[in-house]
């Protein structure tokens, strides 16, 4: 099993500002404040040296979208306002997994499942589409677009098949009873909502992202 890279997250403006070591301690200092400004580095040092800086220095020797805040995401015209935000995590592959939803304006959990042993990234986003689509639909609601970042899972969605390689063991069985669970609704169901795949490139990490890349 890979062993999860540490990082350090600097906050430069928000709730708190300060040096996190982890992703639940710098959402906590981030979420609902507007324009937040955070990153995270490889070493403590990294940050030390960060945090006493300047944000906008650091922000341009690296990937710019990961400057891109939830809130920021309220003022881009071309993300769809009134919608759901999925993403999965897995430490390996395979290896623990876990998925969630959230608003993605606003950033609130709507759900979340895991870490469930044995599990992988893909088969993660896939089930959290459809964890959205039955959540959506208990509610009757056929119009709130769902993001996902992965056009595997939106394949897998399409075809009503999970091709996976994975093999069924007594460690993963949990994870293939959902997999199991989620195509008999699949085929029971008649998937309304839009599911729109997340630009990163343009817009930055989904704000379902697990923080962990």
Known sequence: MAKKKKKYYV???????????????TQLQIKGYPNAKYKSFKTLEEAEAAYHGNYEDNISRGNKKKSITTMDHAFNPDIIKDSISVDAACSGNPGKMEYQGVMTISGQQLFHVGPLEGGTNNIGEFLALVHAMAALERKSDDKTVIYTDSRTAMAWIRNKKVK???KRTRYNHKVFELIERAIKWLEKHKHRNPIVKWKTSEWGEIPADFGRK
């Open 164 to 166: 996976t390689t994975l």
């Open 11 to 25: 906050v430069w403006d928000g709730n708190e500002p300060g040096i996190y070591e982890t992703w639940g301690e």
